[in-house]
Structure formats: structure tokens, C-alpha cells
């Protein structure tokens, strides 16, 4: 059975020193099981470290069993040489495919499987490279919104992807001028919204989209009359 051995050169010494942990001590491998919907991986769990989701011919490889006590030296690098370079690569290919921020980015590699310093470590090589940038990305979203929805909406939909509330606020503050009783009536124009000839179910659909989008229910109910 391979112990492993070639993979034991460096000990736990990762990059910058995150995974640090090489004291000459044994970890025992709990179990092995198989990740849910991923016919090709399975999750190794350890008793007192991070689990760790590799490919089964990973495990095969390293001949990793339940049960089995392996060098902590050997769990370094399993971290280091497989799963860090692996999250890199998942998150710039997230990356690619949408704006992100920190948050969400981290969300989705610990969806993935990735043990949370190695999520850490992908997005920390992500940031030195300006692919993360919270800042950017408040800036886009309020660009792109501030003319279908309100400020107060605004904060809720930044807050819920991850952005600090207090970036929020200095973003919008800065970002958004809009006038919002106009923009009520821009939008119900938008929609063909006749305040004169609107009956009770057109008014109540329109009150419903128009405080969806964060606005206040008094100046909505005012902007409806007409």
C-alpha cells in the first residue's frame, strides 16, 4: 500500500506559513465517504483536522483507508500540493464567469468542498491580483440599479451578497444622486402605468413591484393617485 511517502518532502509549511502544523504527530483518517451527487470524489474526515474532499484516485493513490493514522507532514501536503492549487483554479474560473465578491467567492469554494484555509488562501491569490475587489463591484451594482431601484433596496441586495454595510452606505452615498420620487414615476411610466385610468388591481400590482424595488410606501401611495 503507498504510505505516501512522496509526497512527505516539506512537511506542513505552506505558503506564508497558513498551514503550519508539523509537530511530528499522527492524524487519523475517521472515515471516507462519498460526496453527495460527485460519483468521482469523496470526502477524507479526520479526527482533529479539516475534511478534505479529493478525487478517488487521489485516495486510491495515496492509499488512504478508514481508520488509518497518516504524518500530519503527509496532510500538509495533501492541502498544499493538491487542494490549494486546485481552489486557485476553481476561483479564478468562478471568476470568469461573473463579478464576485469576497464573500460569495468564499461561499462558493466551501460549497465545493475546499477546507476553509484553503478557501482563504484562493481568495487571498485572487485579491493580490486584483480579481476581487469589493469596492469594484459595489460601484458596478449601483450603477447598474440606480435607475429600477431604491437605496434602501440597494444596501439589502449589497449586504446579502457580502459587502460590509458600511461600504454600502460610503459607496451609495457617493454613487447615488437619483431622485427618487422621480424615479417612482420614471418606472411607472416604464410600465404604462395611467394614474387616472388605472383600476384597483392595476394600482395593487404596481404597489406591489414599486415597494419590491425598496421604496417608501407612503411615497409610492402618493405617486399611484397621480
Given at each position: 500500500?503507498?504510505?505516501?511517502?512522496?509526497?512527505?518532502?516539506?512537511?506542513?509549511?505552506?505558503?506564508?506559513?497558513?498551514?503550519?502544523?508539523?509537530?511530528?504527530?499522527?492524524?487519523?483518517?475517521?472515515?471516507?465517504?462519498?460526496?453527495?451527487?460527485?460519483?468521482?470524489?469523496?470526502?477524507?474526515?479526520?479526527?482533529?483536522?479539516?475534511?478534505?474532499?479529493?478525487?478517488?484516485?487521489?485516495?486510491?493513490?495515496l492509499g488512504l483507508e478508514d481508520g488509518q493514522e497518516i504524518?500530519?507532514?503527509?496532510?500538509?501536503?495533501?492541502?498544499?500540493?493538491?487542494?490549494?492549487?486546485?481552489?486557485?483554479?476553481?476561483?479564478?474560473?468562478?471568476?470568469?464567469?461573473?463579478?464576485?465578491?469576497?464573500?460569495?467567492?468564499?461561499?462558493?469554494?466551501?460549497?465545493?468542498?475546499?477546507?476553509?484555509?484553503?478557501?482563504?488562501?484562493?481568495?487571498?491569490?485572487?485579491?493580490?491580483?486584483?480579481?476581487?475587489?469589493?469596492e469594484r463591484y459595489a460601484r458596478n451594482y449601483v450603477y447598474?440599479?440606480?435607475?429600477?431601484?431604491?437605496?434602501?433596496?440597494?444596501?439589502?441586495?449589497?449586504?446579502?451578497?457580502?459587502?460590509?454595510?458600511?461600504?454600502?452606505?460610503?459607496?451609495?452615498?457617493?454613487?447615488?444622486?437619483?431622485?427618487?420620487?422621480?424615479?417612482?414615476?420614471?418606472?411607472?411610466?416604464?410600465?404604462?402605468?395611467?394614474?387616472?385610468?388605472?383600476?384597483?388591481?392595476?394600482?395593487?400590482?404596481?404597489?406591489?413591484?414599486?415597494?419590491?424595488?425598496?421604496?417608501?410606501?407612503?411615497?409610492?401611495?402618493?405617486?399611484?393617485?397621480?
Amino acid at each position: 500500500m503507498n504510505d505516501g511517502s512522496d509526497m512527505r518532502r516539506d512537511g506542513l509549511n505552506g505558503e506564508n506559513g497558513i498551514f503550519r502544523n508539523a509537530d511530528g504527530k499522527s492524524l487519523k483518517i475517521d472515515r471516507i465517504e462519498p460526496v453527495r451527487g460527485k460519483a468521482k470524489r469523496s470526502w477524507v474526515r479526520f479526527d482533529g483536522a479539516e475534511d478534505i474532499c479529493l478525487y478517488n484516485k487521489e485516495i486510491r493513490r495515496l492509499g488512504l483507508e478508514d481508520g488509518q493514522e497518516i504524518p500530519d507532514t503527509l496532510y500538509g501536503q495533501m492541502i498544499r500540493e493538491i487542494l490549494v492549487p486546485r481552489a486557485r483554479k476553481r476561483a479564478l474560473h468562478l471568476l470568469e464567469k461573473q463579478d464576485r465578491t469576497r464573500a460569495n467567492l468564499r461561499d462558493k469554494l466551501l460549497e465545493g468542498g475546499y477546507p476553509a484555509s484553503v478557501a482563504d488562501d484562493a481568495i487571498a491569490y485572487a485579491e493580490s491580483y486584483h480579481y476581487i475587489d469589493d469596492e469594484r463591484y459595489a460601484r458596478n451594482y449601483v450603477y447598474f440599479h440606480k435607475s429600477s431601484k431604491s437605496r434602501r433596496r440597494m444596501v439589502m441586495d449589497l449586504q446579502r451578497r457580502g459587502i460590509d454595510r458600511g461600504l454600502a452606505d460610503r459607496v451609495l452615498a457617493e454613487d447615488y444622486d437619483t431622485d427618487e420620487d422621480s424615479l417612482i414615476h420614471s418606472l411607472m411610466e416604464k410600465r404604462h402605468y395611467d394614474p387616472e385610468n388605472a383600476d384597483q388591481k392595476e394600482r395593487s400590482k404596481m404597489y406591489r413591484y414599486l415597494v419590491s424595488r425598496g421604496f417608501d410606501s407612503n411615497a409610492v401611495c402618493e405617486a399611484l393617485r397621480g
